[in-house]
Antibody, heavy 125, light 111 residues
Framework: QVQLQESGPGLVKPSQTLSLTCTVS??????????WSWIRQHPGKGLEWIGY???????YYNPSLKSRVTISLDTSKNQFSLKLSSVTAADTAVYYC?????????????????WGQGTLVTVSS | QSVLTQPPSVSGAPGQRVTISCTGS?????????VHWYQQLPGTAPKLLIY???NRPSGVPDRFSGSKSGTSASLAISGLQAEDEADYYC???????????FGGGTKLTVL
């Protein structure tokens, strides 16, 4: 059973780059059919898809964040990471990593399962 | 606002049945893309509740059911229990955005 755990700074200054890592256990990030995802939730608000990366390295980003987001794989550590540049207070949120997959392995049919426990990132000086 | 529209809140007494709607458009649900549902208990990460419109993962009680028709989907919860009090989110794929979209979430209160 795949398990995910987010890690990274809980406080980031405005205009800096937010960097988070998701460590995957119980499975390999280079397994075919799996997309490794980031989702965030602003305080008291709903869920917002940030992006995902396929084991091949192909990435898909939310158009509203695309200019500031980079998702990458570290196969040696079985981790994937999120970088969000030029952050503002509006980027304060709980950030979740999740596996995006299905038996079909197609983004149009996939769902998010499982999820990490989430990590709160606050943008403040 | 969210691409998929959900009612902000629903409520019901223990034992009753409630439904939560998720309304999309021709670029997501109406295009035939599957709808998935998640349950988020207070202070925890979302958990997959329904996948592929109407399928329950192992361990999810059959009190939870999902359906889809046209540009909308619904989550039904029968035999309400206090432990069902949570936020519920629908999710699908949107061809205009070329990515995943979520509903705004619905808070279920068990009276």
């Amino acid at each position: 059973q795949v398990q995910l755990q987010e890690s990274g700074p809980g406080l980031v200054k405005p205009s800096q780059t937010l960097s988070l890592t998701c460590t995957v256990s119980g499975g390999s990030i280079i397994s075919g059919g799996y997309y490794w995802s980031w989702i965030r939730q602003h305080p008291g608000k709903g869920l917002e898809w940030i992006g995902y990366i396929y084991y091949s390295g192909t990435t898909y980003y939310n158009p509203s964040l695309k200019s500031r987001v980079t998702i990458s794989l570290d196969t040696s550590k079985n981790q994937f990471s999120l970088k969000l540049s030029s952050v503002t207070a509006a980027d304060t949120a709980v950030y979740y990593c999740a596996t995006f997959s299905s038996p079909f392995g197609v983004v149009t049919l996939n769902w998010f399962d499982p999820w990490g426990q989430g990590t709160l990132v606050t943008v403040s000086s | 606002q969210s691409v998929l529209t959900q009612p902000p809140s629903v409520s019901g007494a223990p034992g009753q049945r409630v439904t939560i709607s998720c309304t999309g458009s021709s670029s997501n649900i109406g295009a035939g893309y599957d709808v998935h549902w998640y349950q988020q208990l207070p202070g925890t990460a979302p958990k997959l509740l329904i996948y592929g419109n109407s399928n329950r993962p192992s361990g999810v009680p059959d009190r939870f059911s999902g359906s889809k028709s046209g540009t909308s989907a619904s989550l039904a919860i029968s035999g309400l229990q206090a432990e069902d009090e949570a936020d519920y989110y629908c999710q699908s794929y949107d061809s205009s955005l070329s990515g995943s979209v979520f509903g705004g979430g619905t808070k279920l209160t068990v009276l």
